[in-house]
């Protein structure tokens, strides 16, 4: 373990001082529950850190008519307390699963979502939302779809200088049914070995649309295209999608490592299916 | 940097490396060991103190998080001399055995009470998620926080 007492960390109060600073060469820091615990564990680290969580937008939640805006220096625990929370269960059920009262505290939405960590929690409902990510640089904005921002685990495109302003989120038609669950070896503060998160909208007890996320079993956050499909139409009741489980696991494209193999990744993806049409139709 | 913050209701002002990790900042610079490092690495809870009420770890949080914030910890608990009914509470129900996890866990509870004066069992049980012990068992803790509760009014 190191010290982190050569670093320089400036705490710019505007955006644009912001940008400045890290078109500089200097590195985002937010709540730090990721970068502090990396900083700590490499040897090579960045001289100059630029804290983000006294910028206005980039603290700001706001709500509109079919869309919320919230800012990427916005902590899990201020989104869960939001309204935002009640208007969106999946952002509600899928944030209050993030570590601990404290890491959800200190830890914030923009940090996860540059993280870029297969795993991340907060990822699976924007991606079912169709979440988009507005970036802030030093030659104005961009707004891109989440889904083409993050690249592999770690790596986003986001550019030298440029930072993430806020995540931009449609509000889905209608009311959907929200699933989501993570299967991790630790209840609390896991890191899920698979997640899944789905909305489903019903009509007449049969599937009429749904997205489906799945964390943990692919490089990035997948949405698996040919599951959404062949879900449409069918029933939720316990046991209905257990035929669907095999065409989910050949969507995903897991690994191996410490916490789980591929192999079980994969059973785990469908089991959570299977949970999920139990699960739901409960809620009804 | 020039670090101006609110110590346990004392306005403190030290010249330290921005990147100095809060915990250390208490512990070292500012004579407080009571907050403990456990893991380090933001797991295990021990370091549990509050940054403006929520609860934060000090192994996490740097120097320059809390620039202008009002830090509680656990010396800031008692009061005028007299213990915390939260600390006669983990007193009385045996929830201390080691003591090593009790500052972090004392510092969650303090953190819960305040926004849900009322909690259910599970409501405690959740909250505590993020504060390991390795010898008392959580039963124990889960009784004190739920009788203190029901005993008092956080000051
Ligand atoms: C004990 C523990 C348990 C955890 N449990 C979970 C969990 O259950 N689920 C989960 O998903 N995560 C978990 N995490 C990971 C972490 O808490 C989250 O990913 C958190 O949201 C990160 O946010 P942060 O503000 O702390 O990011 P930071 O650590 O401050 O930053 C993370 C990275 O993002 C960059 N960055 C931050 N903000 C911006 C921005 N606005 N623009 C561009 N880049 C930016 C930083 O440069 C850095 O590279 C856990 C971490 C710990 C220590
Ligand atoms: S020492 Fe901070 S969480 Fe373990």
Same mark, same amino acid.
């Given at each position: 373990?190191?010290?982190?007492?050569?670093?320089?960390?400036?705490?710019?109060?505007?955006?644009?001082?912001?940008?400045?600073?890290?078109?500089?060469?200097?590195?985002?820091?937010?709540?730090?529950?990721? $970068?502090?615990?990396?900083?700590?564990?490499?040897?090579?680290?960045?001289?100059?850190?630029?804290? $983000?969580?006294?910028?206005?937008? %980039?603290?700001? %939640?706001?709500?509109?008519?079919?869309?919320?805006?919230?800012?990427?220096?916005?902590?899990?625990?201020?989104?869960?307390?939001?309204?935002?929370?009640?208007? %969106?269960?999946?952002?509600?059920?899928?944030? +209050?699963?993030?570590?601990?009262?404290?890491?959800?505290?200190?830890?914030?939405?923009?940090?996860?979502?540059?993280?870029?960590?297969?795993?991340?929690?907060?990822?699976?409902?924007?991606?079912?939302?169709?979440?988009?990510?507005?970036?802030?640089?030093?030659?104005?904005?961009?707004?891109?779809?989440?889904?083409? =921002?993050?690249?592999?685990?770690?790596?986003?495109?986001?550019?030298?200088?440029?930072?993430?302003?806020?995540?931009?989120?449609? =509000?889905?038609?209608?009311?959907?049914?929200?699933? =989501?669950?993570?299967?991790?070896?630790?209840?609390? $503060?896991?890191?899920?070995?698979?997640?899944?998160?789905?909305?489903?909208?019903?009509?007449?007890?049969?599937?009429?649309?749904?997205?489906?996320?799945?964390?943990?079993?692919?490089?990035?956050? %997948?949405?698996?295209?040919?599951?959404?499909?062949?879900?449409?139409?069918?029933?939720?009741?316990?046991? +209905?999608?257990?035929?669907?489980?095999?065409?989910?696991?050949?969507?995903?494209?897991?690994?191996?490592?410490?916490?789980?193999?591929?192999?079980?990744?994969?059973?785990?993806?469908?089991?959570?299916?299977?949970?999920?049409?139990?699960?739901?139709?409960?809620?009804? | 940097?020039?670090? !101006?913050? !609110?110590?346990?209701?004392?306005?403190?002002?030290?010249?330290? *490396? *921005?990147?100095?990790?809060?915990?250390?900042?208490?512990?070292?610079?500012? #004579?407080?060991?009571?907050?403990?490092?456990?893991?380090? !690495? #933001?797991?295990?809870?021990?370091?549990?103190?509050?940054?403006?009420?929520?609860?934060?770890?000090?192994?996490?949080?740097?120097?320059?998080?809390?620039?202008?914030?009002?830090?509680?910890?656990?010396?800031?608990?008692?009061?005028? #001399?007299?213990?915390?009914?939260?600390?006669?509470?983990?007193? !009385?129900?045996?929830?201390?055995?080691?003591?090593?996890?009790? *500052?972090?866990?004392?510092?969650?509870?303090?953190?819960?009470?305040?926004?849900?004066?009322?909690?259910?069992?599970?409501?405690?049980?959740?909250?505590?998620?993020?504060?390991?012990?390795?010898?008392?068992?959580?039963?124990?803790?889960?009784?004190?926080?739920?009788?203190?509760?029901?005993?008092?009014?956080? *000051?």
């Amino acid at each position: 373990m190191r010290t982190l007492e050569g670093l320089s960390i400036e705490r710019p109060a505007t955006l644009v001082g912001a940008v400045e600073l890290l078109a500089d060469g200097g590195q985002p820091l937010a709540g730090g529950t990721d $970068l502090v615990v990396r900083l700590r564990q490499s040897e090579s680290r960045p001289r100059r850190l630029v804290y $983000l969580g006294r910028i206005p937008e %980039l603290r700001a %939640l706001s709500v509109e008519e079919g869309s919320a805006e919230i800012g990427a220096a916005v902590s899990h625990a201020e989104i869960l307390s939001s309204p935002l929370a009640a208007r %969106l269960p999946i952002l509600r059920q899928a944030l +209050s699963t993030i570590g601990g009262p404290a890491i959800r505290a200190m830890g914030t939405l923009g940090g996860n979502v540059a993280n870029a960590s297969p795993a991340a929690d907060g990822l699976i409902p924007l991606y079912l939302l169709d979440a988009q990510v507005r970036l802030a640089g030093l030659t104005g904005e961009r707004e891109i779809p989440l889904s083409s =921002f993050v690249r592999g685990p770690g790596a986003i495109d986001l550019r030298s200088g440029e930072l993430i302003r806020s995540l931009m989120l449609p =509000f889905p038609a209608g009311t959907p049914l929200s699933y =989501f669950r993570k299967v991790g070896r630790r209840r609390a $503060l896991v890191i899920a070995v698979a997640s899944l998160g789905a909305l489903v909208w019903e009509t007449q007890g049969k599937i009429a649309q749904a997205r489906v996320a799945l964390g943990s079993v692919a490089p990035t956050v %997948l949405r698996p295209a040919h599951v959404e499909r062949a879900l449409v139409g069918r029933e939720l009741h316990a046991g +209905s999608l257990e035929d669907l489980a095999e065409l989910l696991s050949e969507e995903t494209r897991p690994i191996d490592d410490l916490r789980a193999t591929a192999a079980y990744r994969r059973q785990v993806a469908g089991s959570l299916l299977v949970d999920m049409a139990e699960t739901l139709s409960n809620q009804e | 940097m020039r670090l !101006e913050f !609110e110590l346990n209701g004392r306005r403190t002002v030290v010249n330290i *490396p *921005p990147g100095r990790r809060l915990l250390d900042l208490l512990r070292e610079d500012l #004579g407080l060991p009571g907050t403990k490092e456990g893991c380090g !690495e #933001g797991e295990c809870g021990a370091c549990t103190v509050l940054v403006n009420g929520q609860p934060t770890l000090a192994c996490l949080a740097l120097a320059a998080h809390v620039q202008g914030t009002a830090v509680c910890t656990v010396e800031g608990l008692a009061q005028a #001399g007299e213990l915390h009914p939260l600390q006669n509470a983990f007193i !009385e129900h045996g929830a201390v055995q080691c003591g090593f996890c009790t *500052p972090g866990l004392l510092m969650a509870s303090y953190a819960l009470l305040q926004k849900n004066p009322n909690p259910t069992r599970h409501e405690v049980r959740e909250y505590l998620a993020g504060n390991l012990c390795r010898c008392t068992g959580y039963d124990q803790v889960i009784d004190a926080v739920l009788s203190a509760a029901k005993g008092q009014r956080c *000051p």
